[in-house]
Nanobody, 122 residues
Framework: VQLQASGGGLVQAGGSLRLSCAAS????????AGWFRQAPGKEREFVAA????????FYADSVKGRFTISRDNAKKAVYLQMNTLKPDDTAVYYC????????????????WGQGTQVTVSS
């Protein structure tokens, strides 16, 4: 499966953005999906993940209550709605997918999009 993330941009603190990840290739419903982010000088970190059906979602504590992950298997897409953004959310955001179970480690995902920059100004 090929992934392409979009929707990043510059936003003021307290604002919102919606990231999209478009998948192509194989049946997308066969894959779990996740969002990760990487700030300059830091390791890539887990943000959110979603099961194949979308019935189960998982979040990092730092974004719980502010971010929502969702998916539309008919459109082969995964979304990340980000509300109440903070300067600490500034990073390149990556979508990822895998055939195995949902995981919080980036090493568990075989397929990655190219990343989209999110910058939150204070």
């Amino acid at each position: 499966v090929q992934l392409q993330a979009s929707g990043g941009g510059l936003v003021q603190a307290g604002g919102s953005l919606r990231l999209s990840c478009a998948a192509s290739g194989h049946t997308f419903s066969n894959y779990v999906a996740g969002w990760f982010r990487q700030a300059p000088g830091k390791e890539r970190e887990f943000v959110a993940a979603i099961s194949r059906s979308g019935g189960s979602t998982f979040y990092a504590d730092s974004v719980k209550g502010r971010f929502t992950i969702s998916r539309d298997n008919a459109k082969k897409a995964v979304y990340l709605q980000m509300n109440t953004l903070k300067p600490d959310d500034t990073a390149v955001y990556y979508c990822a997918a895998d055939r195995a179970v949902v995981a919080r480690s980036p090493h568990a995902y075989d397929y990655w999009g190219q990343g989209t920059q999110v910058t939150v100004s204070s």
